[in-house]
């Protein structure tokens, strides 16, 4: 068995959430941004704008984000819930290859 990847969960403020995205917007390249609205799945798997994501998420219009970035070489999947006590972010580290 592999060993499991990287994961991160935590909550984070709304000024963290800010910093957030504005480190994947200037230090990464984003791969895609899809949002949830539903409980059933992603909205066709069809990225959005990393802008248009951060107002989602600030207006609490969606039930999750996810930002799928590389950064220093790696690939990196956020999964971003707005909570009642901030935004919770779940990071993994995806290495497609582990899947075997």
């Known amino acids: 068995m592999k060993d499991l990847p990287e994961l991160l ?5 709304e000024a963290t959430v800010d ?9 990464t390249r984003v791969i895609e941004v899809i949002p949830k609205t ?3 799945g992603y909205v066709g798997e069809q990225s ?3 802008d248009e994501a951060r107002q989602m998420l600030r207006g ?8 799928r970035y590389v950064h220093e070489g790696a690939q990196w999947w ?3 819930m707005p909570m009642p006590n901030g935004t919770r ?3 993994i580290r995806h290495d497609p290859t582990d899947h075997a």
Do not use: S, W, Y
């Open 9 to 13: 969960e935590t909550i984070l403020d």
């Open 19 to 27: 910093q957030l995205f504005a480190d994947i917007a200037e230090l």
């Open 38 to 40: 539903t409980g059933r």
């Open 48 to 50: 959005i704008p990393l």
């Open 60 to 67: 609490r219009d969606c039930r999750a984000i996810q930002l």
């Open 78 to 80: 956020d999964t971003l």
């Open 89 to 91: 972010i779940v990071r």
